[in-house]
C-alpha cells in the first residue's frame, strides 16, 4: 500500500486554487475506492502503433503512420515506432505485467495493416494470430479484452486510393470491423470502431501535423462525412456478424468554457463544443451535424449523397470517451459577429506547445478568428502544456448524460505525460501523476454520484510509448520504459492503480 500521503494537491500544483481541485487532499486509494460501485471496470490503455514495433513482421502492410514518419521534420528528433516499446515480440511478458497489476480490463488496438495488409481482401493470418494470441492470454488472465478496430494506422494502400476522402474507405472499414467480429467475436464482447476521430481527421487532413499530413480544408470535410459513413458501416457490419456484439466509439471530449461573457466569446465556444465534441458523436447518435458546424459550410463540401443523412443514426452500445483538458475559447477580440464561425481559424495559445488539438491554421480574411486555450492559468501544466484540471472530466461525463441519458459510459483514456526520470533508485517518483489520476477518478465518481452512467476508467498509458509527432519526448506511461534495454518499471503511479484495483477488484 501506498504510504498515505500528507501532500495535498494545492502543495504539488501550487497554482491550483478552485475548490473543486482543493477537495482532493490525498492520494490514498481508499477512499476513492470506496465510491465505486462493484462492476465497475478499472483499466490501462494503449494503442497498436505506439506500443507494437516489428512494422514488417509476419507479412504486416505499410501504415500511413510508417510512411508520414520519414517524412523530415514530421516527427521530434526524427524518431519512428520500429521498435517503440517492442509490445509485439513481448506480448506474453506484458500480458504477465498487466495481470500483476490487477486490472479488470485492456483496451488496446488492432493494426489493420497487419490483419488485411492492403485494407482489403483476405486476412493475414499471422498478423490475426497475434491478437488471438494477446486476446486469449488476457482472458486467461481474468481481464477483458477491449478492442479498438482503428486508431490511426490506415493501411498506405488505402490511402494511396484516396484514404478517408473516398467513400470506399467506408466500406473497407465495414468490411475489415465484419472480419474481425466474426474471427474473435467469440471472446470479445466489447469493440470500439474509433479512437478520436476529430483528431485524426483534423490533424491527418487540415493541419497536417499527423499522418497522412495531408492540408487541406476540402479534403477534411469529406473525410469527415467518410468516416461518419464509415461508424455507419461498421456499426452494421459489426452486428450483422454478430449481433450480441457491444459496438462503441471512442471520441475526444473536452468542456469548452467562454473566455469571457461577450457575445462574440459566447458564440466561439458554442462553436467550438459543436465541433470538437459533437462534430462525430452528434450524427451516428442523432442522425444529424451539429447545426453550427452546418452554418458554418457549404453542405456540398461534405460530399454527402442524397438519403446519406437517413443512415448515418447508429444506436452506439457505448460511448469511449477520452479527455485531457478543458478549452477556453475567445473569439479573438473580432468584432465581426455576423461572419462565418470557422474553428480552423483557431489561433493556438502559446502554452499549447505539444498539445494535440491546436486548430492553427492560416487564418482566412473572412472568417471570425477563434482563439482557444487549453484551459486557464488556474491549473498547473503537464509536459504537453495541458491544464490540469479533473473538473473537465466531470462536465464532459456529465453532458453526456444531459445529451444521451444512460448509454453506457467508458473512460477509455486518462493520463498525463511529465518531464521525469528514474531517481538513484531507478524508480519514476511521480507523484504528480498519481494525484492526477486521484483527482480524474474521484471526478468519475462526482459523475456517478450525479447520475451518470460510468462503468470503466482507463489510465493513458500502460506504458512510456511513441507519441505521434511527439515521438518518445512526453512519457504518459504509469509503467517506465527504458527505451535501450524495454525494461518495464512500476512508477509509483502504477503501484497506486494497482492499490486501487486492489481495493475495488473489476469484475472477473
Ligand atoms: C490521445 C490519443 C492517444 C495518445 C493520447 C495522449 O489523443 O488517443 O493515442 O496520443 O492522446
Redesign the pocket.
Known amino acids: 500500500m501506498v504510504e498515505r500521503a500528507e501532500k495535498t494537491l494545492a502543495t504539488v500544483y501550487p497554482n491550483a486554487t478552485t475548490s473543486y481541485v482543493a477537495i482532493v487532499t490525498t492520494p490514498d486509494p481508499r477512499e476513492v475506492a470506496a465510491r465505486f460501485p462493484p462492476d465497475f471496470l478499472w483499466g490501462v490503455?494503449?494503442?497498436a502503433?505506439?506500443i507494437e514495433g516489428s512494422l514488417d513482421a509476419d507479412g504486416r502492410g505499410r501504415s500511413i503512420w510508417d510512411t508520414f514518419c520519414e517524412q523530415p521534420g514530421a516527427i521530434e528528433l526524427g524518431a519512428n515506432a520500429a521498435v517503440a516499446c517492442d509490445h509485439y515480440r513481448r506480448v506474453d511478458s506484458d500480458i504477465a505485467l498487466i495481470r500483476d497489476l490487477g486490472v479488470g480490463s485492456y483496451r488496446f488496438s488492432i493494426a489493420w495493416p497487419r490483419v488485411q495488409p492492403t485494407g482489403r481482401g483476405a486476412v493475414n493470418r499471422a498478423g490475426l494470430g497475434f491478437y488471438e494470441r494477446l486476446i486469449d492470454g488476457l482472458l486467461e488472465a481474468g481481464i477483458r479484452p477491449f478492442p479498438t478496430l482503428y486508431?490511426?494506422d490506415l493501411p498506405q494502400a488505402l490511402e494511396d486510393s484516396g484514404g478517408w476522402v473516398t467513400r470506399d474507405t467506408a466500406k473497407r472499414f465495414a468490411d475489415y470491423a465484419a472480419l474481425l467480429v466474426n474471427a474473435l467475436g467469440d471472446r470479445v464482447k466489447s469493440w470500439a470502431l474509433f479512437?478520436?476521430p476529430f483528431?485524426f481527421a483534423s490533424r491527418g487532413y487540415l493541419l497536417g501535423r499527423y499522418a497522412p499530413g495531408r492540408r487541406s480544408l476540402a479534403d477534411f470535410l469529406r473525410a469527415v462525412h467518410v468516416i461518419t459513413m464509415a461508424h455507419a458501416d461498421g456499426f452494421r457490419a459489426a452486428k450483422a456478424a454478430r449481433p450480441s456484439a457491444e459496438i462503441g466509439s471512442?471520441f475526444?471530449m473536452a468542456p469548452c468554457e467562454e473566455a469571457t461573457d461577450s457575445v462574440d466569446d459566447r458564440r466561439a465556444t458554442a462553436y467550438a463544443d459543436a465541433v470538437f465534441n459533437q462534430l462525430f458523436l452528434m450524427p451516428v447518435m442523432s442522425g444529424k451535424y451539429p447545426p453550427p458546424f452546418m452554418q458554418s459550410i457549404p453542405t456540398a463540401a461534405l460530399g454527402m449523397l442524397d438519403h446519406d443523412l437517413d443512415r448515418v443514426q447508429v444506436p452506439l452500445d457505448f460511448i469511449g470517451v477520452?479527455t485531457?483538458y478543458r478549452l477556453v475559447l475567445s473569439s479573438g477580440g473580432d468584432d465581426r459577429p455576423d461572419l462565418p464561425y470557422f474553428l480552423f481559424d483557431v489561433l493556438s495559445d502559446e502554452r499549447s506547445a505539444g498539445g494535440?488539438?491546436d486548430f492553427s491554421t492560416p487564418s482566412s480574411a473572412n472568417a471570425l478568428r477563434i482563439e482557444n486555450a487549453f484551459g486557464r492559468s488556474d491549473g498547473k501544466r503537464t509536459a504537453?502544456g495541458w491544464e490540469i484540471w479533473p473538473r473537465a472530466l466531470y462536465d464532459v461525463l456529465m453532458s453526456l448524460k444531459l445529451n444521451y441519458g444512460q448509454t453506457p459510459i467508458e473512460v477509455?483514456?486518462s493520463?498525463c505525460?511529465f518531464d521525469e526520470s528514474p531517481s538513484e533508485d531507478g524508480i519514476v517518483h511521480d507523484e504528480a501523476r498519481v494525484l492526477y489520476h486521484h483527482g480524474h477518478i474521484s471526478a468519475v465518481a462526482d459523475a456517478i454520484r450525479d447520475g451518470a452512467n460510468v462503468r470503466s476508467y482507463h489510465a493513458?498509458?500502460l506504458y512510456d510509448?511513441f507519441?505521434?509527432a511527439?515521438g518518445y519526448r512526453?512519457r504518459?506511461g504509469i509503467v517506465h520504459v527504458d527505451f535501450a534495454t524495454q525494461r518495464r518499471t512500476l512508477k509509483d503511479s502504477a503501484h497506486w492503480f494497482r492499490d486501487l484495483c486492489a481495493l475495488s477488484p473489476s469484475p472477473r
Open positions: 490503455a494503449t494503442s502503433y505506439q486508431h490511426w479512437n478520436e483528431i471512442v475526444a477520452n485531457y494535440h488539438a504537453m477509455c483514456e493520463g505525460a493513458w498509458s510509448n507519441e505521434w511527439s512526453p504518459f
